[in-house]
Nanobody, 115 residues
Framework: QVQLVESGGGLVQPGGSLGLSCAAS????????MGWYRQAPGKQRELVAR???????DYADSVKGRFTISRANAWDTVFLQMNSLKPEDTAVYYCNADTTLYDYWGQGTQVTVSS
């Protein structure tokens, strides 16, 4: 079992920055990759950024150059730094841990980009 707790999020103006954190606990050694997904109202959940234990990083095209994913050396925390935020980035952001057999999800944190 892996437990994920997100923090950060909130309301920010267009062009602003925000940081998200996700703390993992439990069977951390089973985690192969961690990532951030988001779901806007009326839309499907989509990948935002993902980092594997081997250091491979993927970003959605819509956030490349604006968002940065990173992790703690102990693999117990993953971060998402979001810069140059746009109204279309508004969504609930979810932390994900991939352990091959199961996907674990955090409870989600709201990010709203609005003036």
């Amino acid at each position: 079992q892996v437990q994920l707790v997100e923090s950060g999020g909130g309301l920010v103006q267009p062009g602003g920055s925000l940081g998200l954190s996700c703390a993992a606990s439990g069977s951390i050694f089973r985690i192969n990759a961690m990532g951030w997904y988001r779901q806007a109202p009326g839309k499907q959940r989509e990948l935002v950024a993902r980092i594997t234990r081997g250091g491979i990083i993927d970003y959605a095209d819509s956030v490349k150059g604006r968002f940065t994913i990173s992790r703690a050396n102990a693999w117990d925390t993953v971060f998402l730094q979001m810069n140059s935020l746009k109204p279309e980035d508004t969504a609930v952001y979810y932390c994900n841990a991939d352990t091959t057999l199961y996907d674990y999800w955090g409870q989600g944190t709201q990010v709203t980009v609005s003036s």
